[in-house]
T-cell receptor, first 113, second 114 residues
Framework: GESVGLHLPTLSVQEGDNSIINCAYS??????FIWYKQESGKGPQFIID?????DKRQGQRVTVLLNKTVKHLSLQIAATQPGDSAVYFC????????????FGPGTRLSVLP | NAGVTQTPKFRILKIGQSMTLQCTQD?????MYWYRQDPGMGLKLIYY???????DKGEVPNGYNVSRSTTEDFPLRLELAAPSQTSVYFC?????????????FGEGSWLTVV
């Protein structure tokens, strides 16, 4: 299938290192955020979410940080593995935008052996 | 677990042809969505539905139609295919409207209009 995100920014990390992927959002009223992972030829897969009343949330090997002051979201992946290679994008839910989540274009993570 | 299933996976259409992308979900979710994804761009909402019998336009609805006759199914129809509709289409569903309910996606349908 066609690869998505042909012109995305790319982050290259060595296997075993930590990865940090960033996302800026635009609406200070957004109250819920999600990080998705999308492998080539597949649909987006939920990784972790965070509500606006939190500034940090941890999962298995992943941590999401939310800085509402500067409207910035980051995804940290610990001990990056080859299977983490994918496009990662954030989504913000705008409370005043009905059912619409707004999705970022994504960052391509490339894990080097 | 099936989740969100969409068909076909790949399709080539000629300009002016019509087709329907099928989508079904087995999670009993009220909300369903159709997105398109173009290279280097974020997902754009085409149409969504908050329940059977109810549909609403998203950000980029022109050239598409949807229906929601059952909770499970949410087909997307392209009436007169145009090259601008070449894209990857994702169907998705979520449980409720409130915050904290994530969207689950299907595997995508790659459509090329020539």
């Amino acid at each position: 299938g066609e690869s998505v995100g042909l012109h995305l920014p790319t982050l290259s990390v060595q296997e075993g290192d930590n990865s940090i992927i960033n996302c800026a959002y635009s609406n200070s009223a957004s109250d819920y955020f999600i990080w998705y992972k999308q492998e080539s030829g597949k649909g987006p897969q939920f990784i972790i979410d965070i509500r606006s009343n939190m500034d940090k949330r941890q999962g298995q090997r992943v941590t999401v940080l939310l800085n509402k002051t500067v409207k910035h979201l980051s995804l940290q992946i610990a001990a990056t593995q080859p299977g983490d290679s994918a496009v990662y994008f954030c989504a913000e839910k705008r409370d005043n935008y009905g059912q619409n989540f707004v999705f970022g274009p994504g960052t391509r993570l490339s894990v080097l052996p | 677990n099936a989740g969100v299933t969409q068909t076909p996976k790949f399709r080539i259409l000629k300009i002016g042809q019509s087709m329907t992308l099928q989508c079904t979900q087995d999670m009993n979710h009220n909300y369903m969505y159709w997105y398109r994804q173009d290279p280097g761009m974020g997902l754009k909402l085409i149409y969504y539905s908050v329940g059977a019998g109810i549909t609403d336009k998203g950000e980029v609805p022109n050239g598409y139609n949807v229906s929601r006759s059952t909770t499970e199914d949410f087909p997307l129809r392209l009436e007169l295919a145009a090259p601008s509709q070449t894209s990857v289409y994702f169907c998705a569903s979520s449980e409720t409207r409130g915050s904290g309910n994530t969207i689950y996606f299907g595997e995508g349908s790659w459509l090329t209009v020539v």
